[in-house]
């Protein structure tokens, strides 16, 4: 058979295998990858899987590994995980007849040829991104993209197949076989929940989901599970992934190092973060309707609880940085209590649309107000300025500060941003 | 008059500078400028498998390679006798001038002429070659 075949590549333990290639102290030796603010583990070496460690688990949980088993931590560090998953992506390009960014580590890329052809791609894919980037990836490839997540799944769990499965290459029994010992819940966009619904008409395993009648998965379920179905069996029909923040929200919340409880730090948490969320649109043009603001007490403080968290209709849609900013600081201020320590809150945009608010609605509401339409013009500075020399450059209010405010992230095991700063590139020693 | 400071411009490093559109003739040379030299062009023959390092030590000066320097590093290029490579050598990072000699391979630097033998149970893998130097000449 020959065409066009869909691969699935990613990155193996992606943020684990970043620090490994500019530390080789921890190849060979659990490393966990931390949340923002060094919350709990959110990456994890194989070592560290083996070791029982869970995605999730609080890190002060698996603080004891450190002296028992030489466990290496490390902060999340997106500037050096984002470069090389811009390096990695666009390698990928190179090879693909199309090419589709999933997520930060792992691309649908479009091959072409013979199978045998195909196999030989997927192998040059895999050793051109170890030589050049220096970390590992499984490369799945298939007919449909559901399938070659599959393959995918088969490639990381059987080591001998040296990170590469072509699954139209293995045999049919073979194949059957390992489909009907996998559960369900291992396909492409089945959850948990769904899992369970099918596991309760019976459908256990990846096997019989794909033996399942579509109709009556689409009538119980969805169309978006009765294209998986028709996935499983060869039929391509999952189209191009939209690369979106997520299903309809932008939310900018983190966890404080340090509490927040004056008026003043808690603007400018508010204003930075309303900023951010502004940008996110402008980014993917896309207009709010909803501004959700929210701060919260920790659970485990004695003092007072205080969690206020409020909703502003937007009178139309918007990502105006100046309004959302300024909505976001009066609702915060309202709602807030001087003297409580905060240790987290954010901002939450949704109600998403594409479009702007409809400017006829307005004869109705208020008259187009002349201070918003000289904040259009500042917002349109703020935005280009932001675009041009970053997102620090400029701000509004207190996000102005050219100062890292003290409640910022907290990562305290940071490795340097080797590539993307001049002061922290990596030192060899001569 | 008092005598103000001269006007500096803000240095720029955004890339080329760009040309002026003029208001009233044309400018005869618009047909023919296509940008300005981009150092990215000369210096990074992939920006994939480019990475930029910084020089610590006096010991490969012999290359032309100083200390404070940065170094070009392109991680796709194979490594030949006596490629200036950077490697990792029991967890430590290390700039040298890499030797093969039969089946033996050895690193070389100012400080050891002799090239330093591997031994059994070093852990050393080979980041990349360095294909540039970047001195500070002041």
Not at chain 1, 137 to 164: D, P
Not at chain 1, 165 to 181: A, F, G, P, R
Not at chain 1, 324 to 339: F, K, S, V
Request: hydrophobic share 40%.
């Amino acid at each position: 058979m020959s065409g066009d075949h869909v691969a699935l590549v990613d990155v193996n333990n992606f943020y684990v295998s970043c620090e490994r290639v500019f530390d080789q102290r921890l190849v060979n030796r659990p490393v966990v990858v931390l949340s923002n603010n060094d919350g709990c583990v959110v990456a994890r070496s194989q070592e560290a899987k083996d070791l029982g460690i869970g995605t999730g688990e609080p890190f002060f949980k698996v603080q004891r590994y450190i002296q028992s088993h030489n466990l290496a931590v490390r902060s999340s560090n997106y500037e050096l995980y984002g470069d090389m998953s811009a390096r990695v992506m666009e390698l990928l390009g190179r090879f693909g007849t199309w090419h589709e960014v999933y997520s930060i580590d792992e691309s649908f890329v479009g091959l072409e040829g013979n199978l045998e052809q195909v196999r030989t791609t997927a192998a040059q894919i895999r050793a051109s991104i170890d030589k050049s980037i220096g970390v590992p990836v499984c490369v799945g490839v298939s007919s449909t993209k559901t399938l070659a997540k599959f393959a995918n799944h088969i490639a990381k769990r059987n080591a001998n197949l040296g990170g590469v499965c072509v699954s139209e290459l293995m045999d049919q029994d073979v194949l059957d076989k390992i489909m009907s010992l996998v559960p369900a819940t291992e396909v492409w966009g089945v959850g948990r929940k769904t899992g369970a619904k099918l596991a309760g008409m019976g459908i256990q395993s990846i096997a019989d989901l794909k033996a399942s009648d579509p109709l009556a998965i689409r009538k119980k379920f969805s169309v978006v599970l009765q294209r998986t179905v028709f996935e499983l069996n060869g039929q391509r029909c999952i189209g191009p992934v939209e690369e979106r923040s997520d299903k309809g929200q932008v939310m900018f919340t983190r966890s404080f190092s340090t509490p927040v409880r004056t008026r003043e730090a808690m603007e400018e948490v508010m204003s930075i973060y309303a900023q951010k969320a502004a940008s996110r649109l402008a980014r993917e043009n896309r207009y709010a309707s909803l501004l959700t603001v929210t701060a919260g007490t920790s659970r485990f403080a004695k003092g007072e609880a205080s969690f206020p968290t409020t909703q502003v209709r937007l009178r139309r849609p918007t990502r105006d940085p100046i309004v959302l900013t300024r909505l976001a600081i009066a609702a915060m201020n309202e709602l807030m209590r001087p003297g409580v320590d905060y240790v987290r809150g954010g901002v939450i945009l949704s109600g998403l649309s594409d479009t702007p608010g409809d400017q006829q609605l307005d004869l109705f509401g208020e008259a187009a107000d002349p201070k918003e339409q000289e904040s259009a013009n500042v917002s349109q500075v703020v935005q280009n300025i932001s675009a041009k020399f970053g997102a620090q450059a400029i701000g509004l209010g207190r996000a102005g500060i050219a100062q890292v405010p003290d409640w910022s992230m907290k990562r305290e095991h940071i490795s340097q941003r080797f590539t993307t700063h001049w002061d922290e590139l990596p030192v060899v020693k001569a | 008059m008092s005598s103000a400071e001269p006007f500096v411009p803000e240095p720029s490093s955004a890339g080329p500078v760009q040309a002026v559109a003029a208001m009233g003739f044309p400018s005869p040379a618009r047909d023919y400028f296509d940008g300005g030299l981009d150092l990215n062009q000369l210096l990074v023959k992939d920006r994939v498998s480019t990475f930029i390092m910084r020089v610590g030590g006096h010991s490969m000066q012999s290359a032309g390679i100083y200390d404070g320097d940065e170094v070009i590093v392109d991680r796709s290029l194979p490594v030949r006798h006596n490629s200036v490579v950077v490697l990792s050598l029991n967890g430590q990072m290390l700039i040298r001038r890499w030797q093969v000699n039969g089946s033996k391979t050895g690193l070389l630097c100012d400080e050891s002429p002799i090239p330093v033998t591997l031994a059994e149970g070093d852990e050393v893998s080979i980041f990349g070659v360095v294909t540039r130097c970047l001195h500070h000449v002041r």
